[in-house]
């Protein structure tokens, strides 16, 4: 894989991962609560693909707007940091001395890192954004970003409804429709789940059995919500 591709997933995978998961564990939880009510299986995929378009649109607004925010912020602190370095270097290259002398720095050594990243204004300012304000810049396209996060939504969301479209297609699907359904969703939360490990470094096995888990859950309480609510649809 060359470099790009690999930037490309480092940035925009996460993304990918937590807009699956969320389409998944929101579709299926609707799936369980209108099974729960004993609702049609029409009412399931009237409000499943409801949610992939309303929720899933609303996610990659959210995601959208808070990269958008951060990147805007560093930009601004960046901007405040380039003046300071023109119009007062002596205050900034103080401030330099101090980060590296509380990193252990000292003598020689101290004065050696100082002039090392003041001779370049690019790496000066970087170290000032990083070591002063805890600023690492994104360079995460806010678009992608919600792009990629809206279309994870939709396609792994769409899983727990794929056996109520199928069924529309096959008597073969019609009396177990809902079982087919969490078999589908459990092998999306797992692989999803696998990946997100991956993502983190928590280990794949591991965190496929966790969103497994939360993904159950949160059916499990829809399921049981809708049955006891069922007597009033």
Not at 142 to 160: C, D, E, Y
């Amino acid at each position: 894989m060359s470099t790009d591709n690999n930037k490309f997933v480092s940035r925009y995978l996460p993304d990918f991962v937590y807009g699956g998961i969320d389409g998944s564990v929101t579709t299926f939880a609707i799936v369980a609560g209108v099974t729960g009510a004993s609702l049609s299986p029409t009412i399931v995929l009237i409000l499943g693909f409801a949610n992939l378009l309303a929720d899933g649109f609303s996610m990659a607004v959210g995601n959208y707007l808070s990269t958008k925010s951060k990147k805007e912020y560093a930009d601004k602190i960046r901007k405040s940091e380039e003046h300071s370095v023109i119009n007062i270097p002596e205050e900034e290259t103080e401030e330099i001395r101090e980060i590296f002398a509380e990193k252990g720095f000292s003598g020689q050594q101290l004065d050696d890192a100082v002039e090392i990243i003041t001779s370049n204004q690019d790496v000066w300012i970087d170290t000032m954004m990083k070591d002063e304000f805890g600023i690492f810049e994104d360079h995460t396209s806010p678009i992608k970003s919600a792009l990629m996060t809206f279309v994870s939504f939709n396609l792994i969301g769409f899983i727990p409804l794929l056996a109520y479209v199928l069924s529309y297609f096959s008597d073969s699907f019609k009396s177990n429709t809902f079982t087919l359904s969490i078999i589908l969703t459990s092998v999306a939360f797992f692989i999803v789940g696998s990946v997100k490990g991956q993502v983190v470094g928590s280990g794949r096995l591991f965190s496929g059995f966790e969103t497994l888990l939360i993904g159950g859950v949160a059916a499990v309480i829809a399921y049981y919500v809708g049955y006891l609510l069922r007597g009033l649809a």
